[in-house]
């Protein structure tokens, strides 16, 4: 499948002036790792291409060392000729560019989809290589590359690997399957600067990032369905200088509780409540879980949003700004100095 696939992104790319490589909004590892390893893919391989790099929201810090970076953009303009690569959004919406380039998803620019999510139906792209059981986007750009017998430079291997460590957590998640083992140690021979990567992600933290993650830890409370949940408010946002994408990581920390069924952690984000669900057990599917409010993801790791406000009353609490149907995510009572509602 994949090969077949990989001959018709082939297609898809010489037959374009332009290729836009776009990911979804709030770039983690994996998101810009497959975006910058593709687009340096494609400026070795296309001739006479150009690759713009597109997304809605910077890089976090953590990613600035990533090759290539320093060419995103966050603006998109089409024109006769172009192409498109969504990477890592299994929807339109992700990428915040559905309502102002409705013709990206509608069939009008030739568009290829790279994506490890799970989805319900075949993709949205001319061509969509969708592989569920696989840890990572990148992973599967480093697969494509083989189809397409592309060499990987150390720069563009520096970013697939980047994608494939976030995504399995360096290599500990239980996704890290024989395959990723394999890909990694291709990507090593090739030149990718594992060390720097790591140097970078694993072993570097804001002291706005700590603070906030403090808080976090501070507030675990355990839920009588067997649940390690913890809150952020915009409050703690504002008193830790942090920025919501230094929250990445603290979920494993949560998740690191002996006998928790799962994990989670609400967070406030300018008129909506985040939630992201983790969990070690084989017999909960947090994607089912997130699912109920619209959310999705694979059954190990997942997310949500949902309009309203956290406030910390025997519990905290999502207040919804609008109705909604399924039963909001509450946590046990809020420890003591948990911040109280105005």
């Known amino acids: 499948m994949l090969s077949q696939s990989a001959q018709q992104a082939r297609a898809l790319f010489m037959g374009a002036s332009r290729i836009h490589c776009i990911c979804h ?10 975006l910058l390893g593709i687009a340096l893919l494609l400026e070795a391989h296309v001739p006479g291409v150009t690759v713009l790099r597109v997304c809605l929201d910077p890089a976090p810090e953590s990613l600035d060392f990533l090759p290539g970076v320093v060419r995103l953009r966050s603006t998109l303009t089409l024109q006769e000729g172009d192409a498109a690569i969504v990477l890592d959004a299994a929807e339109p919406k992700l990428t915040g ?52 017998d592309w060499s990987i430079d150390p720069d563009a291997a520096t970013c697939l690997l980047t994608g494939i460590y976030t995504d399995t957590g360096g290599l500990l998640h239980s996704n890290t399957s024989a395959r990723v083992y394999r890909t990694v140690a291709d990507l090593l021979r090739r030149g990718a600067r594992q060390q720097a990567m790591v140097a970078a992600v ?18 675990i409370s355990l839920s009588d369905d067997g649940g390690a949940i913890a809150a952020v408010t915009q409050a703690d946002f504002r008193a830790t200088g ?5 929250l990445t990581g603290a979920i494993d920390y949560v998740n690191a509780i002996p006998g928790m069924r799962f994990s989670l952690i609400l967070s406030e984000r300018d008129g909506l409540v985040k939630g992201s669900l983790r969990t070690l057990r084989d017999d909960v599917d947090v994607a089912a879980m997130a699912g109920k409010f619209q959310g999705g993801g694979h059954k190990k790791a997942a997310g949500f949003s949902v309009p309203g406000s956290l406030q910390p009353e025997l519990r905290w609490k999502v207040v919804p700004s ?14 003591p100095g948990a911040p109280q509602p105005a």
């Open 202 to 219: 694993f072993r570097t933290a804001k002291l706005s990032t700590l603070r906030l993650w403090g808080r976090v830890l501070e507030r």
């Open 242 to 246: 942090a920025h919501p994408s230094e």
């Open 322 to 335: 609008t109705p909604q149907e399924a039963p909001l995510p509450q946590a046990p009572s809020a420890p």
């Open 25 to 34: 909004r709030n770039p983690d590892g994996d998101a810009l790792g497959s």
């Open 97 to 148: 560019l559905h309502e102002s380039h409705p013709q990206l998803f509608n069939g009008s620019v030739p568009l290829l989809m790279l994506d490890h999510h799970p989805r319900k139906d075949a993709g949205f792209g001319t061509v969509n290589i969708v592989e569920s059981s696989w840890a990572s986007t990148c992973e599967i750009v480093a697969a494509l590359a083989q189809a397409l």
